[in-house]
């Protein structure tokens, strides 16, 4: 769902997310699908985040690698054309926003853990102590920045999906009643905790004195 989204945002055709300015730039200049670059980025970000303690979900590795190959799958299908009037880009572009909040909604309420952008993005928050619309918009803006010079999709649609998510996203959690800040998330050490044979482990061994 999230994944086909993105491709209604980029099927528009009037200029790309901040990410995905970044994705596209790169499947240009190396020569990959926009799927593949998303991957790539995702994966970077993956290590950064790691780097800097932040912990990671199996969620986190899912969206990473899944958002990606689902994007190039629908590409392949080819089920959506690229837009060619730009009030068409326009209802196309905001309906995908609208289908990447609802994945959002799933994919957060499953509580695996947060995608990179946004782990990356609370990682800062951590360490800046930075109000979070200034993380988000530091690593967004670092995005389209270096998508730009790499001559990524840039247009009209950039700045309706950089300041249009975040209402789409409230408008989608308000509707379902979701508060994502109840969600418990389970991280890779948590699911690794819970698996039978290291429950096993941990009960077998020895206890130590005070």
């Given at each position: 769902m999230?994944?086909f989204?993105?491709?209604?945002?980029?099927q528009?055709?009037i200029g790309?997310a901040?990410?995905?300015v970044?994705h596209t730039g790169l499947s240009?200049k190396l020569?990959?699908?926009?799927?593949q670059a998303?991957?790539?980025?995702?994966?970077?970000i993956?290590?950064?985040?790691?780097?800097?303690?932040?912990?990671?979900?199996?969620?986190?590795?899912?969206n990473?690698?899944?958002?990606?190959?689902?994007?190039d799958?629908?590409?392949?299908?080819?089920i959506?054309?690229?837009?060619d009037?730009?009030?068409i880009?326009?209802?196309?572009?905001?309906?995908g926003?609208f289908v990447i909040?609802?994945?959002s909604?799933?994919?957060i309420?499953?509580g695996?853990?947060?995608?990179?952008r946004?782990?990356l993005m609370?990682?800062?928050r951590?360490?800046?102590n930075?109000p979070?619309?200034?993380?988000?918009?530091?690593?967004e803006?670092?995005?389209?920045?270096?998508?730009y010079?790499?001559?990524g999709?840039?247009?009209?649609?950039?700045?309706?999906?950089a300041?249009?998510?975040?209402?789409?996203?409230?408008?989608v959690?308000?509707l379902?009643?979701?508060?994502?800040?109840?969600?418990?998330?389970e991280?890779l050490?948590?699911?690794?905790k819970n698996?039978?044979?290291?429950?096993?482990?941990?009960?077998?061994?020895?206890k130590?004195?005070?």
């Open positions: 999230y994944a989204g993105i491709v209604l945002c980029l528009a055709n790309c901040p990410w995905d970044l240009i020569g990959m699908t926009v799927g998303s991957i790539l980025v995702g994966a970077l993956c290590l950064i985040v790691f780097l800097l303690r932040e912990k990671l979900g199996i969620g986190t590795l899912l990473m690698l899944l958002i990606g190959v689902f994007i799958l629908i590409f392949s299908l080819e959506i054309p690229a837009m009037h730009l009030w880009g326009v209802i196309v572009m905001v309906s926003l909040a609802l994945g909604y799933f994919y309420g499953s695996f853990g947060a995608g990179p946004d782990s609370v990682s800062l951590r360490r800046t930075w979070v619309g200034a993380c988000r918009a530091l690593t803006g670092s995005a389209l920045a270096l998508g010079f790499l001559g999709l840039v247009g009209i649609g950039t700045v309706i999906a300041l249009g998510i975040g209402f789409c996203v409230q408008i959690f308000n379902l009643r979701f508060d994502p800040v109840t969600v418990k998330h991280t050490s948590d699911i690794v698996l039978p044979g290291h429950r096993r482990s941990n009960r077998n061994r020895p130590q004195n005070a």
